[in-house]
Antibody
Framework: QVQLVESGGGWVKPGGSLRLACSAS????????MGWIRQAPGEGLQWMTY????????AYEPSVKGRFTVSRDHDRNSLFLEMSSLTVEDTAIYFC?????????????WGQGTLVTVSS | SSELTQDPDVSVALGQTVKITCQGD??????AGWYQQKPGQAPLLVIY???NRPSGIPDRFSGSQSGITASLTITGAQAEDEADYYC????????????FGGGTKLTVL
């Protein structure tokens, strides 16, 4: 059974940094593109980033490029999101997602999300 | 970058059929996916690649697409279908490479 469990969310001041983790089970990260999607309070879904199966390619939403870095650890079957220079606009629930095989845009499994609050 | 446009609110009488639409240039060469999100829950993929249902999704959910418009149809809406619905697609021309619609809140009367 596929399971994605995020951790690392919390409160951080503007300009601060945070590292999110996503522990995957029930499948191998090496078989799927993985990504992060966020949802600001009361708002819709916003795609953030994906990373290729081998971890050798990634892409980012323009507003976070240069501030966010996605990575994966195949030994730990885990996905990570390093976030820096955070602003209040980054406040959101961050979902770890597993993509459908052969795509990077069909999100077939989601974690429960971890809340990041950026506030002074 | 491309955007996907959805009607913010749609309602349907219990047991009736409802169509939720999604429009955008990215759909010209990419299929839409559809996600259902209930309050306090993570989204759930209900349709992918225009009209394919993941395992466990009831067959009252179906998808279609023509030109730059994609549609999610619920035939015989149930009370448990009341939720927010989001479309998304790959954007082959844009940055970002993946786009979401703004979401449609479906109310089952």
């Amino acid at each position: 059974q596929v399971q994605l469990v995020e951790s690392g969310g919390g409160w951080v001041k503007p300009g601060g940094s945070l590292r999110l983790a996503c522990s995957a089970s029930g499948f191998s990260l090496t078989d799927h593109y993985m990504g992060w999607i966020r949802q600001a309070p009361g708002e819709g879904l916003q795609w953030m980033t994906y990373i290729s199966k081998r971890g050798d390619f990634s892409a980012y939403e323009p507003s976070v490029k240069g501030r966010f870095t996605v990575s994966r650890d195949h030994d730990r079957n885990s996905l990570f999101l390093e976030m820096s220079s955070l602003t209040v606009e980054d406040t959101a629930i961050y979902f770890c997602v597993k993509t459908r095989f052969g795509t990077f845009w069909d999100f077939e499994s989601w974690g429960q999300g971890t809340l990041v609050t950026v506030s002074s | 970058s491309s955007e996907l446009t959805q009607d913010p609110d749609v309602s349907v009488a219990l047991g009736q059929t409802v169509k939720i639409t999604c429009q955008g240039d990215s759909l010209r060469d990419s299929y839409a996916g559809w996600y259902q999100q209930k309050p306090g829950q993570a989204p759930l993929l209900v349709i992918y690649a225009k009209n394919n249902r993941p395992s466990g999704i009831p067959d009252r959910f179906s998808g279609s697409q023509s030109g730059i418009t994609a549609s999610l149809t619920i035939t015989g809406a149930q009370a448990e279908d009341e939720a927010d619905y989001y479309c998304n697609s790959r954007d082959t021309s844009g940055n970002p490479p993946v786009v979401f619609g703004g979401g449609t809140k479906l109310t089952v009367l």
